[in-house]
């Protein structure tokens, strides 16, 4: 994956916890992902397809998801119940969707939003694509962004001519 | 007034109800997919619209096409993930009077349904 498809997922995260929550992102260091969000309660996970396709995990403290879900809602939130899962699945498909903006000439598609719920729960995004992984900090405990993309050949072929062309 | 919300996420569903009540609106039809929206807006007459667009059984696209269909003038407000100006201009064509992308200040959502609750 292409380390600059990651940037507009940060600033959508970014984003989407400032304007939806009020709540400030603290950008950890970028690592290569191995789809695993071992100390995370509960992952929001969406798949994109178009001139490059992939899927993005935003995986959350439990802390964090019951906070989130009563800001959003204004109302007390002890356990993670359906709504817990609807606000995760929600908050992801927002991240994707501010991205996928970022990244227009990739012209991407959003699928629905799946919530996986469970202390150390594992995601795999297969062998084949290489994912980035993005810590952040919060006032109310640890969020991960993961994302793996992978470029139709189409694409593959125009950004390698577009490369050549900028070296030339 | 009488507004259908439609939305496949119950938490986005109530932030909607939240402002709509806020802005003095009670009377509302909630959807979880563009198929219930379908029916629920043959079943009842509304006088706002208010449609996510990436939901099952049917797009928000699909909802705004086929209440266009019937010869509908009802205004239609989509509140959307898809923030690509092409999908706006998409979904304008289609005919949306409104278009807001998520995510979004609670005081511009509240603008925006004012704007239909005042007219």
Same mark, same amino acid.
């Given at each position: 994956m292409k380390a600059e498809y990651i940037n507009p997922f940060v600033s959508a995260a970014v984003e989407v916890f400032s304007t939806m929550l009020q709540c400030e992102l603290t950008r950890g260091k970028l690592t290569i992902g191995?789809?695993?969000?071992?100390?995370?309660d509960i992952s929001g996970i969406i798949g994109l397809s178009g001139r490059a396709s992939g899927t993005v995990v935003l995986s959350l403290d439990r802390a964090v998801a019951l906070s989130a879900t009563e800001i959003l809602l204004s109302q007390k939130c002890e356990s993670i119940d359906g709504d817990v899962i609807d606000a995760v699945g929600e908050l992801t498909n927002m991240v994707a969707g501010r991205a996928k903006a970022g990244l227009e000439h990739l012209a991407m598609s959003l699928a629905l939003p799946t919530v996986i719920t469970g202390k150390n729960h594992v995601i795999s995004f297969g062998s084949v694509t290489q994912t980035l992984a993005i810590p952040f900090t919060c006032e109310w405990g640890g969020v991960v962004l993961e994302v793996g993309l992978v470029e139709s050949p189409e694409q593959a072929v125009e950004s390698a001519i577009a490369a050549s062309a900028a070296m030339a | 007034m009488k507004v259908l919300v439609a939305d496949d996420s119950g938490v986005m569903r109530k932030i909607i109800i939240r402002a709509l009540n806020a802005c003095g609106v009670t009377d509302i039809v909630e959807a979880g997919d563009g198929a219930e929206a379908i029916a629920k807006f043959g079943e009842t007459s509304v006088d706002l619209v208010m449609t996510d667009w !990436?939901?099952? !059984?049917?797009t928000g696209l699909d909802v705004v096409k086929e209440i266009r269909a019937t010869g509908s003038t009802v205004p239609i407000f989509m509140i959307t993930t898809e923030a690509e100006m092409s999908r706006v201009k998409e979904a304008i064509a289609a005919g949306v009077n409104d278009y807001l992308a998520k995510p979004f200040e609670n005081d511009l959502l509240r603008e925006k349904i004012d704007k239909f609750v005042c007219v």
């Open positions: 191995n789809g695993s969000q071992p100390t995370m | !990436n939901m099952p !059984n049917k």
